[in-house]
């Protein structure tokens, strides 16, 4: 099993900044890849950006250019940087991994609310 634990959501004003935070922890794994999704309410979940342990990464068309995804991957964690803000992007933002074996993971979500 694997554990996921958010942080850093929040409530920001429109063009602000927020970083989120993603730990995973458990039994012994490897991780393929890290990404993040958000949830609108009454919305699908939708991607938001991956990492995958090489760096590579992929982005939403809505957030190329003020979102930015990185990893530590000696500490098995993904961040999301997200600048310049818009009330459209306020969901619940969820982490989500890859594991080479042991399957995927999500974590619990994060609560992001911009302001107009």
């Known amino acids: 099993q694997v554990q996921l634990v958010e942080s850093g959501g929040g409530l920001v004003q429109a063009g602000g900044s927020l970083r989120l935070s993603c730990v995973a922890s458990?039994?012994?794994?490897?991780?393929?890849?890290m990404g993040w999704y958000r949830q609108a309410p009454g919305e699908p979940r939708e991607l938001v950006a991956t990492?995958?342990?090489?760096?590579?990464?992929n982005y939403a068309d809505a957030v190329k250019g003020r979102f930015t995804i990185s990893s530590d991957n000696a500490k098995n964690t993904v961040y999301l940087q997200m600048n310049s803000l818009k009330p459209e992007d306020s969901a619940v933002y969820y982490c989500?991994?890859?594991?080479?074996?042991?399957?995927?993971?999500w974590g619990q979500g994060t609560q992001v609310t911009v302001s107009s």
């Open positions: 989500k991994v890859w594991t080479w074996t042991r399957g995927d993971y």
């Open positions: 458990g039994r012994p794994f490897s991780l393929s890849t």
């Open positions: 990492i995958m342990r090489g760096g590579s990464t």
